[in-house]
């Protein structure tokens, strides 16, 4: 970003690789589909009402874990989720943006703010590091951003108000493959 000049209505919005989240979607709608083909119960609910209640779980953690949003900034501050929480603060508010390095789960960007910390992990696909340069780089080139439109933002002199982190689309992408994937089963039942 360096050379450019920050723009305060862009807001730059990351989170994880998708691609292993598309997939377990497609599987999702499959198990779903055939529910009524299965002989499976669950928690005393019958076979048909067991698979989908047990792929709209997945679904769920589908969304947390791979489709929703970690993390937004823009010229006057950040927009972070964790696990459950979201929080929207001005730079000034930010301590610190490190990164911690994890062989295992893949390299995580750190908030430091005054009264907590959030790790953002952005590798879904944490492995693909060791494939490709490119990949292996890329939390280092969002910290980087991150750290530049910090900076940049202290010289501003407009007040604004930090990004939200809103992202309906795929959500409701996640819960629709889901639905689908019943309406066939309802279908087939």
Do not use: K
């Not at 990949?135 to 108000?161: C, F, H, K």
């Amino acid at each position: 970003m360096s050379g450019r000049s920050l723009n305060p209505t862009r807001t730059r919005v990351i989170g994880p690789s998708r691609g292993f989240a598309y997939g377990g979607l497609l599987v999702i709608a499959g198990l779903t589909a055939i529910s009524p083909l299965v002989e499976w119960s669950a928690f005393g609910l019958p076979p048909t009402l067991a698979m989908p209640a047990f792929t709209l779980c997945i679904t769920l953690a589908l969304w947390i874990f791979d489709f929703a949003p970690r993390l937004a900034w823009n010229a006057y501050g950040l927009a972070v989720r964790s696990f459950w929480c979201v929080a929207r603060v001005p730079w000034g508010e930010v301590r610190a943006l490190t990164i911690v390095e994890s062989g295992v789960s893949g390299d995580r960007i750190t908030v430091h703010l005054a009264e907590r910390r959030f790790e953002v992990g952005l590798d879904r696909l944490w492995w693909l590091a060791r494939l490709s340069p490119r990949y292996a780089n890329r939390n280092r080139q969002y910290l980087e951003e991150l750290r530049d439109s910090r900076q940049r933002a202290q010289d501003l002199i407009e007040v604004g108000e930090p990004p939200v982190l809103r992202s309906v689309v795929p959500l409701l992408g996640t819960f629709a493959c889901w639905a689908i994937g019943l309406l066939i089963a309802i279908y087939l039942y």
